[in-house]
């Protein structure tokens, strides 16, 4: 991580509310269900599939809980209500985790049954370390009660995601593999992690390898063009349907390499966040990693 970044963090938290409301419009479709309709309608007009994600992550009641799962119900209402090609991503600590887990499957089941009735997938982001047991936990118990349309996220940087993977690959599973955006205590990370996220890349190749080679379909989830054409070349080289895998990137990042690869006749799936809670997302963003202080002064010099 730069000094440039560490230093420029704390500096980005004290600007002005406008100024993040501006360069988070990018990144964020807006504050209601119906704006990230429209924005994920013209990601499909243009070839797109997306993902939606409710924005909020520190949930402090169980009925905050409950009310973010409603919004969630809502999404895959208008999903299904205007045929688009979207699924949901979901938080699992947004629904309740670290307050009373059992709750939190409820809400999950709830979404999923919505989910189902539609043929919409459900994605369970990975959170930070001291959730990833809990979440691939959650992930089983719901595989147990029957729910197929659902699966997980892992993240290349952490060490033990080697093992996480094993129980998680199948034939007709679905994982989605990413780097890791939260920061975590460096015995917990890949060799090099901490100071070189390219040192992640071998890592995340080895879990996308293990998805091709058990039939697990896979979304690679990064904007890093040299990863993402390693991928292809190992694709490639092992044979492997085009079908069997997509790109996944967020909302207003790296678009040029978004429109290479929907070119090149690869699917690409795009995340899109939305929620009231655009200010505080924004801010822990940047708190939570410096590196994304350097993202949006990047992004707004450019807007
Ligand atoms: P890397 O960090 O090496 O970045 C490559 C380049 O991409 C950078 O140089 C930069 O230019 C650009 N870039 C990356 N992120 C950017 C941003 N936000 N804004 C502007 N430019 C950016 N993490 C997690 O822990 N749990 C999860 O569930 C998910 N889910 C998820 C879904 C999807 C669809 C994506 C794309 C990402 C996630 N992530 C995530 C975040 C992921 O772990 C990772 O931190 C980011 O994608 C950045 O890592 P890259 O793989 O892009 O590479």
Redesign the pocket.
């Known amino acids: 991580m730069s000094l440039f970044n560490t230093l420029l963090a704390p500096a980005i938290s004290l600007a002005p509310r406008a100024l993040i409301r501006k360069v988070s419009r990018r990144y964020i479709a807006g504050d209601t269900v119906a704006e990230a309709t429209e924005r994920v309608a013209a990601l499909n007009a243009a070839g797109f599939c997306a993902t939606v994600d409710v924005l909020g992550e520190s949930t402090e009641s169980l009925s905050q809980a409950d009310h973010t799962t409603g919004e969630y119900l809502q999404v895959l209402e208008a999903i299904a209500r205007d045929g688009l090609r979207a699924n949901i991503s979901v938080k699992p600590t947004a629904l309740g985790l670290l307050l009373d887990a059992t709750h939190c499957e409820h809400n999950l089941a709830r979404l999923l049954n919505a989910a189902e009735a539609h043929s919409i997938f459900v994605r369970i982001?990975?959170e930070d370390a001291s959730c990833t047991q809990h979440e691939i936990d959650l992930l089983l118990r719901l595989k147990r009660r029957g729910y197929n349309n659902v699966g997980l996220?892992l993240?290349a940087y952490l060490k033990r995601t080697d093992g996480d993977i094993a129980p998680l690959l199948g034939t007709g599973e679905n994982l989605?593999i990413?780097?890791?955006?939260?920061v975590e205590k460096p015995d917990l990370l890949v060799e090099g992690a901490l100071d070189d996220?390219g040192a992640i890349n071998p890592h995340f190749l080895r879990h996308v390898a293990r998805c091709f080679d058990s039939g697990t379909f896979v979304g690679v989830?990064?904007?890093?063009e040299a990863l993402v054409d390693q991928v292809i070349t190992l694709a490639r080289s092992r044979l492997v349907a085009q079908t069997a895998f997509e790109f996944?990137?967020?909302l207003g990042?790296?678009e040029s390499l978004r429109d290479r690869l929907l070119t090149e006749g690869y699917a690409v799936r795009i995340?899109v966040p939305y929620g009231k809670d655009w200010y505080g997302y924004s801010m822990r963003r940047i708190k939570e990693n410096p590196r994304?202080a350097g993202?949006l002064l990047r992004?707004l010099l450019t807007c």
């Open positions: 982001d990975m996220v993240q989605r990413c780097k890791g955006i939260y996220r989830a990064t904007h890093d996944q990137m967020l990042v790296r995340y994304m993202y992004a």
